[in-house]
């Protein structure tokens, strides 16, 4: 299922401890029923309101890693009232800083989050934050960084893979399913294929915004194990994926091949419980570029073991003419897929 996706965020809200694991699960009983008309807005971009000094409209729009030039984590756009006019209503994202003070209400402690989905519209995420003062939304938000934009971003990832659902590779799924025993979902428009051994390489194939997923995988033994977020186990990474693409991706002369420049972020992959085979699988998000050539940009891969094996399910994207981190996050949308799809288990 789609909430398996979410990973653990943990948040203090009043003085209760709220673990919010595997997100989508939690949203669903916030979910107004009915009919709702089509949210508006682009993916990761959210309407906030109320916001004090900033404090919020740094939190979504801090600069992710993994990119070749800085990009927000959420295009912010700002409301001077309450974004409660209709037309901010149907808002996909929605981010509303409301003061105690102004409800009539005195309240100590830490601010009071309450997350809805699909209140007016369809996607939709609401998130209400109501704090006492700048202050303690201040000292709040310092001690739980990235609490709100996380949640968001695991709403856009989860909406994304939903929209995967109704328009995606089947042919491409079925190679992937056959060879490697996984289980995810493809673009519609990953046409072009390549095989290699133990290597598939799709790609949309486009000469804008060229956007591309491999699955790879290696045997597992004492020079190859199950990655962790070990500096040993990153370099072992390196050199297994510039092994793999140096065979498999070559440029267009001789000499020139795809390569690791470097590493930006390892972390567990978006599960919010559970272990692949005694460990989690980890999602590695880092630069890559061809030797002795100027071609290079971002990549997202995730490592998860089958015994006997290791598999790798990547996605690169090279898109020099523009901006990537929705390119980047729609090709992990399909990766994360895996582990919404079952992950190939059999």
């Given at each position: 299922m789609t909430s398996r996706l979410i990973s653990t965020i943990v948040g203090t809200c009043g003085n209760v401890l709220v673990t919010v694991v595997m997100l989508c699960a939690i949203l669903s009983a916030c979910t107004t029923a009915g009919n709702k008309p089509a949210s508006s807005n682009r993916p990761y971009q959210v309407l906030l309101s109320g916001d004090m000094g900033n404090i919020m409209f740094d939190e979504l729009s801090d600069t992710i890693s993994g990119l070749p030039q800085p990009e927000p984590a959420l295009d912010v756009i700002t409301a001077r009232d309450s974004a409660d006019n209709e037309w901010q209503k149907l808002t996909r994202a929605i981010v509303r800083v409301e003061t105690t003070a102004e409800k009539g209400e005195k309240r100590s402690g830490n601010p009071q989050i309450t997350v809805s989905r699909d209140v007016y519209a369809k996607p939709q995420l609401i998130i209400t934050v109501r704090t006492a003062s700048e202050a303690q939304l201040r000292n709040f938000m310092s001690s739980h960084r990235g609490i709100i934009r996380k949640t968001i971003e695991a709403f856009e990832m989860a909406t994304a893979i939903k929209v995967l659902r109704t328009e995606h590779n089947e042919k491409a799924e079925n190679m992937i399913r056959s060879e490697f025993g996984i289980r995810m979902l493809i673009p519609a428009d990953m046409l072009a294929s390549k095989r290699g051994k133990d290597f598939l390489w799709l790609s949309n194939n486009t000469?804008?915004?060229?956007?591309?997923?491999?699955v790879y995988r290696i045997r597992e033994n004492?020079?190859?194990?199950?990655?962790?977020?070990?500096?040993?186990?990153?370099?072992?990474?390196?050199r297994v994926r510039d092994s793999v693409m140096r065979r498999n991706i070559?440029?267009?002369?001789?000499?020139?091949?795809?390569?690791?420049?470097?590493?930006?972020?390892?972390?567990?992959?978006?599960?919010?419980?559970?272990?692949?085979?005694?460990?989690?699988?980890?999602?590695?998000?880092?630069?890559?570029?061809?030797?002795?050539?100027?071609?290079?940009?971002?990549?997202v891969t995730m490592a998860i073991r089958r015994s006997p094996y290791i598999i790798y399910i990547e996605g690169f994207v090279y898109a020099p003419e523009a901006k990537k981190r929705n390119k980047i996050r729609r090709l992990e949308a399909s990766i994360l897929s895996a582990l919404a799809e079952g992950d190939g288990k059999k």
């Open positions: 000469n804008e915004g060229l956007q591309n997923i491999c004492d020079r190859n194990s199950m990655p962790t977020a070990s500096q040993q186990a990153e370099n072992q990474f390196i070559p440029g267009e002369r001789d000499g020139m091949f795809m390569e690791t420049a470097t590493i930006r972020s390892v972390e567990p992959a978006g599960l919010g419980n559970g272990k692949d085979g005694g460990r989690r699988p980890m999602m590695y998000r880092g630069l890559w570029d061809m030797r002795n050539d100027i071609m290079g940009g971002p990549f």
